[in-house]
């Protein structure tokens, strides 16, 4: 089975990928603003690409607490995946589980065997076996359209700011080695583009994220040609990470934005800044197509 290719996903890709660009133009001012030479620059450039390229598909997984499983270990899953791979004609993706109760499902990286789609095993309790195929069609989806691929690399660069900005105050010498103000003048100089950095790639990722769910929602429907299954399978997590406690959301934070239902955390910037959009937006949608299909 193929799909088209949506518009506005590629816009948000092609975008993205530019103002990603941008961010690196940002931190090449920055190293050498902070004195380095040609060289060190482009080792500490090219290192941050390296890094973002082979490092931020384990990062992700390990952030999800997510775990590979082999065909032994879960062979429905396998088996699942394995026909909806056929059906859209992809490779087969690594895939892992995530033993957490919250209910939700997720894919990282690239198409191929660098693919990674897993589901936590609250979702495997949760859903009946069509709901479960529709929410893994979702997430091949996003690895069939490759925006996970670049969602992936945004969130190692959100993750990289995020920690300067949590340590930057201690770079430039030992404990207790300050300025006369106070203020270590490369510390400040590291955090404040971190943050400058941080800010707009969080919001790069939720601005791609947000389109991106409801493409993989058209996508899988028209796979498993039932629409109503990922509908029910959508209420069914969104009530049932409500009734997760707030100290298990451990899937909340920057990696959000890889799960089909997000882990809400109230009171944090997870909130303030969704990742997905509406349920009742996303539902309707998939009742139009159901409505389409039975005509």
Not at 72 to 88: D, F, K, S, W
Request: proline share 5%; charged share 20%; glycine share 10%.
């Amino acid at each position: 089975m193929t799909f088209g290719r949506d518009r506005g996903l590629v816009f948000r890709i092609g975008l993205t990928l530019a103002l990603l660009g941008a961010l690196y133009v940002v931190a090449l001012v920055a190293v050498r603003a902070a004195g380095a030479g040609v060289t060190l620059t482009v080792i500490v450039l090219g290192g941050l690409a390296l890094a973002q390229l082979f490092l931020s598909e384990p990062l992700a997984v390990r952030g999800l607490g997510a775990r590979e499983v082999s065909a032994l270990e879960a062979p429905e899953l396998h088996g699942m995946i394995e026909r909806l791979c056929a059906q859209a004609d992809l490779p087969k993706p690594r895939i892992a589980i995530a033993p957490t109760a919250a209910p939700s499902a997720f894919a990282i990286g690239r198409p191929g065997r660098r693919a990674v789609v897993g589901a936590t095993t609250g979702l495997i309790e949760l859903l009946d076996p069509h709901e479960l195929e529709a929410v893994l069609a979702h997430e091949l989806a996003h690895v069939r359209d490759r925006d996970v691929a670049l969602l992936t690399v945004a969130s190692f660069f959100a993750g990289v700011a995020a920690m300067l900005a949590r340590f930057g105050w201690r770079i430039g010498g030992g404990a207790g080695e300050v300025g006369q103000d106070g203020v270590r003048p490369i510390a400040a100089l590291v955090v404040t583009v971190a943050l400058a950095c941080h800010l707009p790639s969080y919001g790069l990722m939720v601005a791609l994220s947000r389109h991106r769910e409801l493409v993989a929602d058209r996508d899988a429907a028209m796979t498993t040609r039932r629409p109503a299954a990922l509908g029910s399978a959508l209420l069914k997590l969104s009530a049932g990470m409500d009734a997760v406690p707030a100290a298990d959301l451990r899937l909340a934070g920057e990696l959000n934005a890889f799960l089909i239902v997000p882990a809400r955390a109230k009171g944090t910037v997870v909130t303030m800044l969704p990742t997905h959009p509406p349920l009742a937006q996303r539902i309707a949608a998939l009742e139009r197509l159901e409505r389409d299909r039975a005509t």
